[in-house]
């Protein structure tokens, strides 16, 4: 007889217990007053304590390392980021938009879904796992992007996040690569860690948020130039002067040159198709 913990089969080269047999042996433990009290309880299986505030460094780490190898062990190398409002509606529902400014943004909908699946379906051509379309998994022009994905027979990725309203994940959303986050940092450090471009369509102040600190880090060399389009120019010369921050000194002029307008998702391609980094 083997010593216990020690390899009982050939093909598993464990020397000590998967973790899942300690909780299942702790689970048939017969119920006494001590089995039974919360310090038991296996640290890594106590949902009370690893959400008390003292462990939120280790959930730091987990939110961080567990899309990071899940991600891995699907094969996904690389992703085009799509950020983009949550209350753009698909045009076909645009009499439901709260606003007739965000009525008339429903056409960029469309342009994400289109762009997501000329993008998919290029993917695609190269075995799937390069540039996969990753959004912030709701509604809104997130949904158009996994929409697009799915239209072009592909996967794509959804990080979700807990809100009290808009987090539930879109239906298009490619279930095994469905996140969710507690800590909007670690959801911002995945969107941009296999990026090889960035799609922006209009928002509010999460998209805008996604939107400064992504051409920070650029700005910065904190990551590595990629294409950086936004859609709609009018919507966005009117939401934010960007020739008065270069006159006004705070940005650099080169700056400007970190994004590039577009109208259509056949001209986004195009722009991240033939994008060559400056100097």
């Known amino acids: 007889m083997e010593?216990?913990?020690?390899?009982?089969?050939?093909?598993?080269?464990?020397?000590?217990?998967?973790?899942?047999?300690?909780?299942?042996?702790?689970?048939?433990?017969?119920?006494?007053?001590?089995?039974?009290?919360?310090?038991?309880r296996l640290a890594f299986n106590d949902e009370d304590f690893l959400a008390r505030d003292e462990l939120r460094p280790v959930r730091l780490q987990l939110e961080l390392m567990k899309p990071e190898?899940?991600?891995?062990?699907?094969?996904?190398?690389?992703?085009?980021?799509?950020?983009?409002?949550?209350?753009?509606?698909?045009?076909?529902?645009?009499?439901?938009?709260?606003?007739?400014t965000l009525a008339d943004l429903s056409r960029y909908y469309a342009e994400a879904r289109e762009f997501a699946r000329l993008m998919t379906l290029k993917s695609r051509n190269n075995g799937g796992f390069q540039n996969v379309i990753v959004t912030g998994g709701g509604p809104g022009v997130m949904e158009a992007g996994n929409r697009g994905a799915a239209d072009a027979g592909g996967v794509s990725i959804g990080l979700n996040v807990v809100l009290p309203h808009e987090q539930r994940p879109n239906d298009y959303v490619t279930p095994d690569l469905c996140f969710n986050f507690h800590y909007f940092g670690i959801r911002k450090m995945h969107f941009l860690m296999r990026a090889n471009a960035v799609a922006m369509f209009p928002g509010g102040f999460g998209t805008m948020d996604e939107m400064f600190e992504a051409l920070t880090l650029i700005q910065t060399r904190r990551m590595k130039p990629v294409p950086f389009v936004l859609f709609g120019r009018t919507f966005w010369e009117r939401i934010i002067n960007w020739k008065a921050l270069a006159e006004a000194g705070t940005i650099a002029r080169e700056d400007l040159d970190l994004f590039h307008f577009v109208e259509t998702a056949q001209e986004a391609v195009d722009y991240i198709e033939n994008w060559a980094p400056r100097d």
């Open 3 to 40: 010593p216990e913990g020690l390899v009982t089969k050939d093909e598993d080269k464990r020397v000590f217990p998967d973790a899942h047999e300690d909780i299942e042996r702790v689970r048939k433990t017969a119920g006494t007053a001590q089995t039974r009290a919360t310090a038991y």
């Open 69 to 100: 190898i899940l991600m891995s062990e699907y094969g996904i190398e690389s992703t085009i980021v799509l950020f983009g409002g949550a209350r753009i509606p698909e045009p076909d529902r645009k009499h439901t938009a709260r606003t007739e």
